[in-house]
């Protein structure tokens, strides 16, 4: 009679599969659960609101302060929302393989500290703020942005794609693993989780098309732009001091973004590899009567 009174999962000893950031056991109590995901939770509000804060009135300034025209506005602004779509597939890869999901998230916070600096910068300083254009001046010539300045903004734009590439596809998936999906009550909050990471991806997005838009358009482009960029400092702070507390997965060695990584590396190895021949050798291989790699 007493077996039936025991309880199916030991909650006391370590957690199969996890280990905390140095390498060790973990146990359920000291580790993960909503400890750690509060934090991820603070850190994805501050990061939905520094990228709407961009996206939201990108087109206006691009027509605004750069002179584009709205084709040539939309067309960039596609682009670089389009690559900002596109880049998780290599930022998930990078992860799985190599990287790791709090690592891949740290960096992606750093690419995007340093790319809301950079527009605020570009926003602000007079050698990276392009000149204005009045109507009723008689030389235009010399208004606009030049090369530099575009090129400048456009670099701290793409930081802030690729930041992009390795912050969808792991914030999420970093915070699930805070909770063992074995454990009833620990599968309840994981749920539970979800949700609020919803709502804090939601609320993000409307301060940001709410206060940050209002502040571009009547205060100042460089402080819309500056007040993204200290936002996530202190958000990236607390995700930091949250590292004692994170549960870490142990890595799978055969996930379909590990593969499409090592994949990648091992094209790049075969193509060096085969560059060097023709290089060296010529036609030796043919000659030896070795084919040719299949790629």
């Given at each position: 009679?007493?077996?039936?009174?025991?309880p199916?999962?030991?909650?006391?000893?370590?957690?199969?599969?996890?280990?905390?950031?140095?390498?060790?056991d973990?146990?359920?109590?000291?580790?993960?659960?909503?400890?750690?995901?509060?934090?991820?939770?603070?850190?994805?509000?501050?990061?939905?609101?520094?990228y709407?804060?961009?996206?939201?009135n990108?087109?206006?300034?691009l027509?605004?302060?750069?002179?584009m025209?709205?084709?040539?506005?939309?067309?960039?602004?596609?682009?670089?929302?389009?690559?900002?779509?596109?880049?998780?597939?290599?930022?998930?890869?990078?992860?799985?393989?190599?990287?790791?999901?709090?690592?891949?998230?740290?960096?992606?916070?750093?690419?995007s500290?340093?790319?809301?600096?950079?527009?605020?910068?570009?926003?602000?300083?007079?050698?990276?703020?392009?000149?204005?254009?009045?109507?009723?001046?008689?030389?235009?010539?010399?208004?606009?942005?030049?090369?530099?300045?575009?090129?400048?903004?456009?670099?701290?734009?793409?930081?802030?794609?690729?930041?992009?590439?390795?912050?969808?596809?792991c914030?999420l998936?970093?915070?699930?693993?805070?909770?063992?999906?074995?454990?009833?009550?620990?599968s309840?909050?994981?749920?539970?989780?979800f949700?609020?990471?919803?709502?804090?991806?939601?609320?993000?997005?409307?301060?940001?098309?709410?206060?940050?838009?209002?502040?571009?358009?009547?205060i100042?482009?460089?402080?819309?732009?500056?007040?993204?960029?200290?936002?996530?400092?202190?958000?990236?702070?607390?995700?930091?001091?949250?590292?004692?507390t994170?549960?870490?997965?142990?890595?799978?060695?055969?996930?379909?973004?590990?593969?499409?990584?090592?994949?990648?590396v091992?094209?790049?190895?075969?193509?060096?590899?085969?560059?060097?021949?023709?290089?060296?050798?010529?036609?030796?291989?043919?000659?030896?009567?070795?084919?040719?790699?299949?790629?």
């Amino acid at each position: 009679m007493e077996s039936q009174h025991q309880p199916l999962l030991d909650r006391s000893g370590p957690l199969n599969g996890f280990f905390d950031y140095r390498g060790r056991d973990v146990h359920r109590s000291s580790s993960g659960g909503w400890n750690a995901g509060l934090f991820l939770l603070g850190l994805e509000v501050a990061a939905r609101f520094a990228y709407y804060g961009v996206s939201s009135n990108l087109i206006t300034y691009l027509t605004g302060p750069l002179g584009m025209s709205i084709a040539t506005a939309a067309a960039a602004a596609n682009a670089w929302s389009g690559s900002g779509s596109m880049l998780p597939l290599v930022g998930a890869s990078l992860a799985d393989s190599w990287l790791g999901r709090y690592r891949a998230i740290a960096l992606a916070t750093v690419f995007s500290i340093l790319g809301y600096g950079m527009l605020a910068l570009s926003a602000v300083l007079p050698p990276l703020k392009p000149s204005e254009c009045h109507s009723h001046s008689t030389n235009n010539s010399h208004c606009g942005p030049t090369s530099f300045q575009l090129a400048f903004f456009f670099i701290s734009l793409y930081l802030i794609a690729i930041a992009q590439g390795f912050d969808k596809p792991c914030g999420l998936a970093f915070g699930a693993d805070q909770f063992d999906q074995s454990d009833p009550q620990e599968s309840v909050s994981r749920s539970s989780f979800f949700n609020w990471w919803y709502f804090s991806m939601c609320t993000g997005i409307t301060i940001a098309v709410v206060v940050a838009s209002y502040i571009e358009d009547n205060i100042g482009w460089g402080l819309g732009f500056g007040m993204l960029s200290i936002i996530m400092i202190p958000a990236f702070i607390m995700f930091l001091l949250g590292t004692s507390t994170y549960r870490f997965h142990e890595m799978e060695k055969k996930t379909p973004f590990g593969r499409l990584g090592r994949s990648f590396v091992s094209l790049a190895r075969t193509s060096l590899r085969v560059g060097t021949m023709s290089r060296g050798g010529g036609n030796r291989g043919a000659e030896q009567g070795i084919d040719p790699p299949v790629i």
